[in-house]
């Protein structure tokens, strides 16, 4: 075979100018020669091309960012993410822990698995090696793809009827646009595993079954995930040697003004007030739902009721003992500073799991983090100091003729010793029985009235930031694709 490279010319035919572009000719014995032309029209089809390419690229790697589980809420009306499940991609020989078995075929398990295909993620079924997947008629193999998996065996799932018609099911598993389908049990024990498109009202379901054989049918099974009513946490063993401590920004919590008009010094004996906002999270524990009602059982303490994951708040108010002596003719301004301390601690426990729908319970031994947030490093802090002198004729506090000559207001100020007590220093103790943390917390929302948010709102909202965040990059990864189409037709442009 021989290579010869073709002339470069321009020619016009009527009102249509065309291009004749070196191109290489492949020269095979008993064929001949060709030349391809390639008009204005066909070069704009091309930079066309590259742009309908790049943004594919752009949303197939959107489409590829995320290995979290989509299923479908009756109870919220929309798709949210999963807890307990997640898709893992398969590296070579290794298969993670708890894939989820979907079905079989004489003696071979089927798990579920996706596989990536003209830029979507179809679902379909792992024999080991491969993960065979159907689009459009067309049955191929992959060696690369993701397995669905329960995170720390936490997931309940089951397989529901389906017929045809039936748009939504609760708890329904989905993948791109695909629900994972199983077919009802074979004559001969088999069970095919396929798809559903989740807005195809009256499509039907499409199994592979043997090599490219394909069938669709109008009943079926739908893999869904059941969701825990409650939870219930036992055995709590601290790791108290584990404890980390993270301390937030200082802050101003009340500021107090003093002024003595006097021309004596005036003894201060003053109770500074001011609210403390305490938090503490029971959370960072796999496969557990944010926002779920949960009984937390401490030995030696009352049951805690608390919502999963969600801060529970106590503003309390807090109460200090200033003393101190102001000069005569003077003014100060005092803060009080603190600082809020986050403890957290590790914990193991036993997980009771319960699904009403299901009159089941699931237990199981988990770790997670106990987080508090408390005030300490209590601090004052003089923030101003003034010194002026009040003639007897100005009843108005703080005017004067202007700064005392004979004194340095910051040497004065210095000489000023404050001493701040707590209650517990100042009166003795109370003779109530103490309340422990968490009761308080219980009795102080109640009382103030305080509410926390529903479980539907947290759900909500933390759905609504992914779905922003997968946009912003989604956006980003777009603009790239077109500025990359844009040097590309710079590029070509320049080529003719």
Same mark, same amino acid.
């Given at each position: 075979?021989?290579?010869?490279?073709?002339?470069?010319?321009?020619?016009?035919?009527?009102?249509?100018?065309?291009?004749?572009?070196?191109?290489?000719?492949?020269?095979?014995?008993?064929?001949?020669?060709?030349?391809?032309?390639?008009?204005?029209?066909?070069?704009?089809?091309?930079?066309?091309?590259?742009?309908?390419?790049?943004?594919?690229?752009? *949303?197939?790697?959107?489409?590829?960012?995320?290995?979290?589980?989509?299923?479908?809420?009756?109870?919220?009306?929309?798709?949210?993410?999963?807890?307990?499940?997640?898709?893992?991609?398969?590296?070579?020989?290794?298969?993670?822990?708890?894939?989820?078995?979907?079905?079989?075929?004489?003696?071979?398990?089927?798990?579920?698995?996706?596989?990536?295909?003209?830029?979507?993620?179809?679902?379909?079924?792992?024999?080991?090696?491969?993960?065979?997947?159907?689009?459009?008629?067309?049955?191929?193999?992959?060696?690369?793809?993701?397995?669905?998996?329960?995170?720390?065996?936490?997931?309940?799932?089951?397989?529901?009827?389906?017929?045809?018609?039936?748009?939504?099911?609760?708890?329904?598993?989905? =993948?791109?646009?695909?629900?994972?389908?199983?077919?009802?049990?074979?004559?001969?024990?088999?069970?095919?595993?396929?798809?559903?498109?989740?807005?195809?009202?009256?499509?039907?379901?499409?199994?592979?079954?043997?090599?490219?054989?394909?069938?669709?049918? =109008? +009943?079926?099974?739908?893999?869904?995930?059941?969701?825990?009513?409650?939870?219930?946490?036992?055995?709590?063993?601290?790791?108290?040697?584990?404890?980390?401590?993270?301390?937030?920004? =200082?802050?101003?919590?009340?500021?107090?003004?003093?002024?003595?008009?006097?021309?004596?010094?005036?003894?201060?004996?003053?109770?500074?007030?001011?609210?403390?906002?305490?938090?503490? !999270?029971?959370?960072?524990?796999?496969?557990?739902?944010?926002?779920?009602?949960?009984?937390?059982?401490?030995?030696?303490?009352?049951?805690?009721?608390?919502?999963?994951?969600?801060?529970?708040?106590?503003?309390?108010?807090?109460?200090?003992?200033?003393?101190?002596?102001?000069?005569?003719?003077?003014?100060? *301004?005092?803060?009080?500073?603190?600082?809020?301390?986050?403890? #957290?601690?590790?914990?193991?426990?036993?997980?009771?799991?319960?699904?009403?729908?299901?009159?089941?319970?699931?237990?199981?031994?988990?770790?997670?983090?106990?987080?508090?947030?408390?005030? !300490?490093?209590?601090?004052?802090?003089?923030?101003?100091?003034?010194?002026?002198?009040?003639?007897?004729?100005?009843?108005?506090?703080?005017?004067?003729?202007? &700064?005392? #000559?004979?004194?340095? &207001?910051?040497?004065? #100020?210095?000489?000023?010793?404050?001493?701040?007590? +707590?209650?517990? !220093?100042?009166?003795?103790?109370?003779?109530?029985?103490?309340?422990?943390?968490?009761?308080?917390?219980?009795?102080?929302?109640?009382?103030?009235? #305080?509410?926390?948010?529903?479980?539907?709102?947290?759900?909500?909202?933390?759905?609504?930031?992914?779905?922003?965040?997968?946009?912003?990059?989604?956006?980003?990864?777009?603009?790239?694709?077109?500025?990359?189409?844009?040097?590309?037709?710079?590029?070509?442009?320049?080529?003719?």
């Amino acid at each position: 075979m021989s290579v010869t490279e073709g002339q470069h010319e321009h020619s016009r035919s009527g009102d249509s100018d065309y291009v004749v572009v070196p191109v290489i000719v492949h020269h095979e014995p008993g064929k001949r020669e060709t030349y391809r032309h390639r008009s204005v029209s066909g070069i704009v089809s091309a930079m066309f091309l590259v742009v309908l390419y790049l943004l594919i690229a752009a *949303v197939d790697q959107c489409s590829g960012q995320s290995h979290s589980v989509s299923i479908y809420s009756a109870k919220y009306q929309q798709t949210i993410t999963s807890s307990t499940l997640k898709w893992v991609e398969v590296v070579g020989s290794k298969y993670p822990q708890y894939m989820l078995l979907g079905g079989r075929i004489g003696s071979d398990d089927l798990f579920v698995c996706r596989a990536k295909d003209f830029g979507r993620q179809i679902p379909g079924y792992l024999i080991k090696p491969l993960c065979t997947v159907e689009l459009a008629g067309k049955v191929e193999n992959f060696s690369r793809f993701d397995v669905l998996t329960s995170v720390g065996n936490s997931s309940l799932t089951r397989w529901a009827s389906w017929r045809r018609g039936l748009i939504h099911v609760d708890g329904a598993i989905s =993948t791109d646009e695909f629900y994972i389908m199983r077919t009802s049990e074979t004559e001969d024990g088999n069970r095919y595993l396929g798809k559903l498109e989740t807005k195809a009202e009256h499509q039907k379901a499409r199994f592979v079954l043997q090599g490219q054989s394909i069938s669709t049918q =109008t +009943s079926a099974e739908i893999l869904v995930e059941v969701m825990p009513d409650r939870y219930e946490l036992a055995n709590i063993q601290f790791s108290g040697n584990k404890k980390r401590y993270n301390d937030l920004k =200082t802050s101003s919590l009340t500021t107090k003004t003093y002024i003595n008009n006097g021309s004596k010094p005036r003894g201060i004996h003053d109770e500074v007030a001011f609210p403390v906002t305490l938090e503490e !999270t029971w959370g960072h524990v796999d496969g557990m739902y944010t926002g779920t009602p949960t009984q937390i059982h401490l030995r030696g303490r009352a049951t805690m009721e608390v919502s999963w994951g969600i801060p529970r708040q106590l503003v309390k108010e807090e109460i200090r003992f200033l003393e101190f002596e102001l000069p005569p003719f003077s003014k100060i *301004v005092l803060s009080v500073d603190g600082t809020m301390e986050i403890e #957290q601690r590790p914990f193991t426990a036993v997980l009771e799991s319960y699904f009403s729908q299901l009159r089941r319970v699931e237990r199981r031994n988990v770790e997670g983090t106990h987080k508090t947030t408390n005030l !300490t490093n209590v601090q004052i802090r003089k923030e101003s100091f003034q010194l002026f002198e009040k003639p007897t004729d100005l009843p108005v506090l703080g005017q004067g003729q202007g &700064p005392m #000559q004979s004194a340095d &207001p910051e040497t004065v #100020q210095t000489s000023i010793q404050i001493t701040m007590k +707590s209650p517990s !220093t100042t009166w003795e103790p109370s003779t109530e029985p103490s309340t422990s943390w968490s009761e308080q917390k219980s009795e102080s929302s109640h009382d103030s009235g #305080q509410s926390f948010q529903s479980p539907e709102i947290w759900v909500a909202t933390d759905s609504v930031n992914d779905a922003a965040r997968r946009s912003g990059a989604c956006i980003q990864s777009g603009l790239n694709a077109l500025v990359l189409a844009s040097l590309s037709a710079v590029w070509l442009v320049d080529a003719l």
